[in-house]
């Protein structure tokens, strides 16, 4: 019959990923003609507990170059981008989101901008698309099975050979002259 022992640690309980895609507007101050090219930095986000949910709060600048008057001249306009988002993770058999739980976020997709539009009144509408993992970190128990049996231990032969032992035997002992 063998004996059990249960092992506390830290492992991951839940792990989900998500994939967003949204629409944003920027006001600029003159009508755009073209759009040169949108790009996304500054991604910073953080993760909490919010119930039964897992919350991401983050936020990224968007800058967007364009032309106006006629493709005559430049200018870029920027937006800072926050963002609040719920995950539904499903958490492991017995494993407890009440206890002391860590939350790890990670960007599996930066945020890209997927496609620019250029609208009446001064406006450009952009989509962004993202993608978040979201990991679970709690405690959890392990239960392994114990022998009581110990295995034996190996002897450690030499191994020296008498071929070894004539070879030792044969040092000139007047070496040093």
Not at 44 to 66: A, E, H, L, Q, R
Not at 77 to 87: A, C, G, M, P, S
């Amino acid at each position: 019959m063998a004996l059990f022992k249960e092992i506390v640690t830290k492992a991951v309980i839940g792990k989900g990923k998500k994939y967003f895609k949204n629409n944003y507007k920027i006001t600029t101050n003159d009508q755009p003609t073209t759009v040169l090219g949108c790009w996304v930095i500054n991604h910073k986000f953080k993760g909490y507990k919010s119930g039964d949910k897992i919350g991401v709060d983050g936020s990224f600048d968007v800058n967007i170059w364009y032309s106006y008057d006629n493709d005559s001249k430049t200018t870029v306009v920027n937006q800072k981008i926050e963002y609040n988002d719920l995950f539904n993770v499903k958490i492991k058999e017995n494993a407890d989101l009440s206890a002391e739980t860590d939350i790890i976020v990670r960007t599996l997709s930066q945020p890209n901008c997927l496609g620019v539009n250029i609208l009446d009144n001064k406006q450009i509408s952009f989509d962004i698309e993202k993608e978040l993992g979201v990991e679970i970190v709690g405690e959890t128990k392990v239960k392994i099975a114990i022998e009581e049996d110990e295995e034996p231990w190996e002897e450690i032969d030499d191994e020296v050979t008498d071929e070894d032992l004539e070879e030792i035997n044969k040092v000139d002992e007047n070496y040093i002259q």
